[in-house]
Each structure stands twice: as C-alpha cells, then as structure tokens.
C-alpha cells in the first residue's frame, strides 16, 4: 500500500483526497497538488482508515485545524474518563486528537480511543517508551523505540510526534535559557544524550523510522524539543538550530515516501509570531506547521487557553496550518472534561478567526447567518448557530428564561428602550416609510459626506 504522498506524487487521486476535497471546499486534484508539494497531509494509517476515520487534512490551503490533547498521567484518570473527553474534543470540533497518556493502561486507552475515533490520532511513542522501562529512559536502546513506533503504528496511530531534530550540539544552547527544556519528550532525549554521550538515536534512526510510517502511512509530526518554555526563551538559538534541523528531515521524510508535518512554540510574545510562522515554512520547504498555542505572555496561569488561544489566532493568520489546544489546567493538572471543553471552544474561536482572515472559502458564511439571525432577534438560530449553543441559550435565559422572550426585540443587556438594534430597526421602518429626511450624503456615499463636511466648514 502506498501513502497519500507517494499517491499524490505518481499523480493518483485517492479516496481520502476526494473525501477531504468535498471537506474543503476544493477540488481533489487541488487537494492532490499540495499533497505532493509536500504543503499538505492527510493523517490516515491505513488501520484507522479501515475503521471509524473520516479523513481530513492539515495544510495551508485547508481550514485551520485543531488538535486536543487528552490521556491519563500516573496521578489520575483511566480509559472510561479518556473516552468522554475524546467525546467532548469531538463533540466541541477537535479536528485531531493526541493521546498523551502516560500512566497505567496505556496500551488499553489507546486501542479504546482510536476504535472509537472518527479523527485522526496522534501519540508521542517515548512516552509508552518510558514507562516500559520503569522511568529510566536510560537504559533505552535504539531498537526499542523502533519497536515502540512499528507497534503504535499498528494499533493504527495516523500520526506520531518524535523528537528527532534535537541533537547533542544544541545542548549547550539551553544553558542559559530561564525554562531550560519543557517539552517532555526532547528533555528525556536530551538526558540519554547526555548519559550516553551520544548523538540522539531517533536523529540516527531517522531512514528506519521513515520506512516504518511508511508502511502504515504514520504522519510524522517532526517534534520541537527545543522550543521555548518562556516568553524570555522565545526565538532563541536553541530553538532555531533545530528547526534547521528540522527542516532537512522534511526532505529526507519525503525522499522515503512519508507524509510530514512540523511542530513549534511554545512561549512567543505577539510581535514574533508572523516571523516565527515565516520562517518555519521557509526552513521546513512549506510543510505544514502545527503550533502549540502559542501563549503570548507567561502571568496568567488557570487561564492559559485565553492566552494561547491569542497566540493561535495569530499564528492561524500567519499561516499555521493546525493549532494545538491549551487548556485552563496547562502548568498545573491533568485537564478534566470540562477543562478539554474549554480548550477545544478557545481553539475553534482561534482557528475560524484565521480562516477568515484569510479567506478560506466558504468560511463567512456561518458568520453572516448567525449576524443576520442575531439583527433579527431570531434567538433560537442565533443559539444554533454559535460555537457553543448550550452556553449561548444558558447566559441569555439566566435572565430572560420564559419562552416569550425568544422572540424578543430586545435582552437583559440593554433592555427594550435601549436596544440599538431595535432602534435601527425603528429607523429603518422611518426611512421606508420616508419619514427620514433624506440627504446625498449617505453614509454609503463617502465622496459626498465629505463634500457637505467641506461646505460646513467654510
Ligand atoms: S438589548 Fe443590547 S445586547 Fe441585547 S439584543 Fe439589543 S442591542 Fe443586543
């Protein structure tokens, strides 16, 4: 079987692309010519997609996307609180979702999730890595982790984060840095490279791991093990060294055939944001860039879906092809289903926010309809409409609950005699009924606004 990348370069539409075209509002050879350039993926192992997996695709020319991370730790949860937040991220419009489990069960949440999941699912296999071997990521060998993917990748993971492009050169770069290494998988790379002294096996396993994906079709997700912690580690050398990295394994990922993505910050205060988006498509050759947030400032702990979500809004507009949600709980527990809920809804704002900015075809129109239900107190539509139609209805009935007030001109907020939309409504009744007296400057008629202006001030 092939992957969607080496079907897209010999020229072939696949299934997947035809479903993912009708998805995006594009043609399917659209879908197959950024599929071969490398700018798109479709995250479909060939185990999911014999499953419950609707296919869908992250790419610049695509919708921005979302992904939710849910899983256990070894504190708390298990594969029935797993499988509800899956339900909630879905429910809520996660496009993606990582099982980041690393507690007990894993192999048992994992086989749950991607039985139950009409989205793509991603991993990150050092963690599993880990806990086989008891918390001494030490006494890893090569051949483990190999072992580790081939047996992720046939459980039917479409998508695998792995910290390949942090090597032992850069580490001396995070010396000085204020949050030294926060992604858990690069700084247990790092500790192996440090305790061996050697350059890091997943870099040196890099052709064995492509043939691996490749024979299941595994999305990499091209880890960022360096990125910045901080807004004080942002855009830092060490960072940067391995995005360079990063991007020479984009080449050789599709030299072997595979489909590749690339992940990045992490901590970046909002004037870096277009710059790092930039240059990541530049160094990675335009394949797909899948941020975490990210947060634009580090003083609001319990609230840093808002501050990230700011983040991805940018990074979403710059470009970023799929957002990595942060919830409330992020530097502090375990999100919990309300917390997943959270997160997606931050996300879903962020990304669609993007989306229009740039045009994605298509993407205004829930906007129109919602304003349009909204001018014309069509509460229920507007309710239906919003991204969170139980929340919506509960704030607008906290006051107003009685059935009569669905139809009002008017809610809690202003009250009737102040309702500007019902006043305009009372001012265009005027203008039909020319009652108004009428001008030719008309606010559509700039060039005569202006006219009169001058006219009154001489
Ligand atoms: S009362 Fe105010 S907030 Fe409510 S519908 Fe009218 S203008 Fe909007």
Redesign the pocket.
């Known amino acids: 079987m092939t992957t969607q990348y080496q079907a897209a370069v010999a020229g072939k539409i696949t299934r997947e692309m035809e479903v993912v075209a009708k998805r995006e509002n594009l043609t399917p050879e659209a879908i197959r010519v950024e599929v071969a350039a490398g700018r798109m993926v479709i995250p479909a192992n060939h185990v999911h997609a014999a499953g419950r997996l609707e296919p869908m695709a992250i790419g610049i020319a695509a919708r921005c996307k979302i992904n939710a991370n849910i899983g256990n730790s070894a504190v708390t949860s298990n594969v029935g609180e797993e499988l509800e937040k899956l339900h909630v991220a879905v429910h809520y419009g996660a496009d993606t979702v990582m099982d980041l489990s690393t507690g007990k069960d894993i192999d048992n949440i994992r086989r749950e999730i991607i039985a139950s999941s009409p989205v793509p699912i991603g991993t990150v296999p050092i963690y599993q890595m880990l806990e086989e071997l008891g918390g001494n990521i030490e006494d890893m060998r090569p051949q483990h982790f190999l072992d580790m993917v081939e047996h992720q990748a046939k459980q039917g993971v479409d998508y695998m984060t792995i910290h390949c492009g942090l090597l032992l050169e850069h580490l001396h770069l995070t010396t000085s840095r204020v949050t030294g290494i926060v992604s858990r998988g690069g700084s247990l790379i790092a500790k192996w490279m440090m305790a061996h002294r050697k350059q890091n096996p997943l870099y040196e396993s890099f052709d064995d791991l492509c043939d691996i994906m490749k024979c299941y079709d595994v999305t990499w997700s091209l880890g960022d093990g360096l990125r910045p912690g901080s807004i004080a580690d942002a855009s830092d050398a060490a960072q940067f060294a391995e995005l360079d990295v990063l991007g020479k394994l984009c080449k050789r990922s599709w030299e072997r055939g595979t489909q590749v993505m690339v992940e990045g910050p992490g901590h970046i205060p909002m004037d870096q944001i277009d710059m790092n988006i930039k240059k990541q498509i530049e160094v990675c050759h335009g394949a797909p860039f899948y941020v975490l947030g990210p947060l634009v400032t580090d003083i609001a702990p319990g609230y840093d879906h808002i501050t990230s979500a700011i983040g991805a809004a940018l990074a979403g507009w710059s470009g970023a092809a799929m957002l990595c949600y942060v919830t409330p709980k992020e530097h502090l527990g375990l999100p919990n289903r309300e917390d997943v809920k959270q997160g997606v809804i931050a996300y879903k704002i962020a990304a669609h926010s993007a989306d229009l900015a740039r045009k994605r075809p298509g993407c205004q129109e829930r906007d129109d309809a919602l304003s349009r239900a909204?001018f014309a107190?069509d509460w229920k539509e507007q309710f239906r409409l919003s991204i969170d139609p139980e929340t919506a209805q509960a704030y607008h009935d906290e006051t107003l609950p009685q059935d009569t007030f669905k139809s009002a001109?008017?809610?809690?907020?202003?009250?009737?005699k102040?309702?500007?939309?019902?006043i305009t409504e009372d001012i265009r009744k005027m203008a039909n009924d020319q009652s108004l007296p009428t001008s030719s400057a008309t606010p559509h008629d700039k060039s005569a606004a202006e006219k009169k202006l001058v006219e009154l001030k001489s």
């Open positions: 909204r107190f001109h008017f809610c809690s907020m202003c009250g009737p102040y309702c500007s939309m019902r």
